[in-house]
């Protein structure tokens, strides 16, 4: 079989297996861009695979469009409904979902409410229950996992996580998807159901070397770091990757005050080797405010850090994003590097600063992998393309 997977510039691939069924997109509302751009990418390689390989020549497989349409109306006391306008029997379905949308509202009694991810997953279940078990196999594809951060017990909490992953495995969901969860062991909520968590490990460092054309990796001018002791294994991995030094800091919390829902940072202490005029990578899973990932790098530029790269999976900006636009007109931050797996405000992608990775190429590896029951070792390990991408920057062929 020819492996294009380690090659993320390749796209069409011939698989070995014939489609566990029809395929199906539900992209959700809050995902719309998101699952256009993915369902370009299926069709144009299934398309381009037609002539090549005869098998595939079958009724549906190839298509213009694998987009299915739904809707989730809401009467005027805020109630909602799902509702399927085709019919889902014997479908492979995969519904995409982005629980961090705030930008779609809807109205209760007159007055305008912003979607939360409590909305967002209610409708994501709505769904499922309108395939009323017809579809042959559903796998939900949520970039952002709901309520991940509330994934484990300090005192008397609320196990939200946990709770709707058993909830989606009992409904019928046979695969969820996310990326970069926040802690991937609550997949022990459901050890019978495919879980997977993916990282655009790969994804940052092509973004990164396609938009600035001098870094150089090597441990004497670049250093990965971990922003806190929870974001170690993914600087561990990356400065594995890469064959350069990392460091880490460490959150010292104030446990006698509660500020927005968590105990408010008292101090950042490092640990690692001198960053002395080195170009720094932040990475960490998610920026929601952003003082943390601010601070961090004001005490790395105190410790004669060159340049400082800001990355995260999920750039949710919950205080809007002036702050980095403070840091950056300072010299604090070089560059802000995140995803388009969560809503993004388009103001943003204007920045000069801000580098934005498109996922939805991934995305559609995913589901034409799934689709044909293949492994997805090649794609849960980033390492390969990671080298090979290196090799082609350090060797004067990467394109902007």
């Known amino acids: 079989m020819q492996d294009n997977t380690t090659d993320m510039q390749q796209d069409a691939k011939i698989f070995e ?24 990418y299926l069709s144009k390689w299934r398309h381009e695979t037609e002539e090549e390989d005869k098998r595939r020549n079958l009724h549906g497989y190839v298509k213009d469009s694998y987009l299915l349409s739904v809707q989730t109306p809401r009467f005027g006391s805020g109630e909602a409904k799902g ?11 995969y519904i995409l979902t982005d629980v961090t949308n705030w930008s779609l509202t809807y109205k209760i009694s007159g007055n305008v409410n ?25 796998t939900v594809i949520m970039p952002f996992l709901y309520e991940s951060r509330q994934h484990k017990r300090s005192s008397r909490e609320s196990l939200d996580c946990a709770l709707a992953l058993q909830e989606l495995e009992s409904m019928g969901v ?114 929601s405010s952003g003082d943390s990932m601010i601070d961090v790098a004001q005490q790395l530029k105190a410790r004669k850090a060159r340049r400082i790269f800001v990355i995260a999976t999920f750039g949710l900006f919950t205080n809007g994003i002036e702050k980095f636009d403070q840091a950056y007109k300072d010299g604090i931050i ?19 600063y801000f580098i934005n990775c498109d996922m939805s190429k991934f995305i559609a590896y995913i589901i034409d992998t799934l689709n044909h029951d293949e492994s997805m070792s090649d794609l849960m390990d980033p390492h390969r393309r990671i080298q090979k991408v290196v090799e082609k920057y350090q060797s004067g062929r990467m394109k902007k």
Not at 17 to 40: F, Q, R
Not at 83 to 93: E, K, N
Request: glycine fraction near 8%; proline fraction near 4%.
């Open 83 to 93: 509702q399927l306008d085709v019919s889902v029997r014997g479908y492979d379905l």
């Open 174 to 287: 046979t695969n969820i998807l996310t990326f970069d969860a926040h802690d991937p062991r609550v997949q022990n909520a459901i050890p019978t159901c495919g879980f997977e968590s993916f990282r655009p490990a790969y994804q940052f460092v092509k973004g990164i070397l396609k938009n600035c054309d001098d870094v150089e990796i090597d441990s004497d001018h670049l250093m990965i770091i971990s922003p806190d002791e929870g974001a170690t294994d993914r600087a561990v991995f990356l400065s594995n990757v890469l064959g350069v030094n990392m460091g880490m800091f460490y959150k010292r919390r104030d446990y006698t005050k509660i500020i927005d829902g968590k105990n408010p940072i008292a101090a950042h202490e490092f640990l690692g080797d001198s960053v002395e005029g080195k170009d720094v990578w932040i990475i960490d899973d998610m920026i």
């Open 114 to 138: 912003h979607m939360s991810p409590d909305d967002h997953y209610q409708d994501l279940k709505r769904i499922i229950a309108a395939a009323g078990g017809k579809a042959k196999r559903i």
């Open 334 to 352: 070089y560059r802000l590097v995140t995803t388009n797996l969560t809503y993004q405000r388009p103001e943003y992608l204007e920045r000069e």
């Open 17 to 40: 297996n014939a489609p566990e069924g029809k395929l199906g997109i539900i992209s959700m509302e809050s995902c719309k861009s998101m699952g256009e751009k993915v369902d370009y």
